[in-house]
């Protein structure tokens, strides 16, 4: 290897490390971000980085359901969609959802029935079960509220 391909691997390793120290990226949003460099130096440069540990798909997964089950009211289904969105692979997110599953039907359950008594002050029980069937909710999830 050349000094000069070197010093282009190396500036854009930094450039690729400012922009998942800033937030943490998925490898796909790296490579949609950085597609317009040369495809050699981009491969060579996440190759490096995702050995060193910087660019993991699996802890950014695991990173992001901590953080949406701490803040947000979302069924599993919407879980995996922005996962998808993400351009994380699906057996990533399915290798993660099967072996935190328990965890996960009873974060589902939880942000249901947070949404359900927001919503019951003001929408019958038929407007908040098609509500939570528009956002994915499992039937038996949409049961358990409604009988509650």
């Not at 919407?78 to 993400?86: I, W």
């Not at 974060?107 to 029980?125: D, G, H």
Request: no cysteine; net charge neutral.
């Amino acid at each position: 290897m050349d000094i000069e391909w070197l010093e282009k691997i190396d500036k854009l390793k930094t450039k690729i490390l400012k922009y998942i120290f800033y937030k943490k990226r998925t490898e796909a949003e790296v490579r949609e971000k950085f597609k317009n460099e040369d495809n050699d130096i981009l491969e060579e440069t996440i190759e490096n980085l995702k050995e060193l540990g910087y660019i993991n798909d699996e802890n950014y997964v695991d990173r992001y359901m901590h953080e949406a089950i701490a803040l947000k009211n979302l069924s599993i289904f919407e879980l995996k969609y922005k996962l998808y969105s993400k351009g994380v692979k699906e057996e990533i997110i399915e290798k993660y959802i099967s072996a935190n599953s328990q965890m996960l039907e009873e974060y589902e359950l939880l942000s249901a029935r947070n949404i359900y008594n927001k919503k019951r002050e003001n929408q019958t029980i038929e407007e908040i079960q098609s509500y939570l069937h528009k956002k994915r909710y499992s039937p038996e999830i949409i049961r358990k509220i409604s009988r509650e």
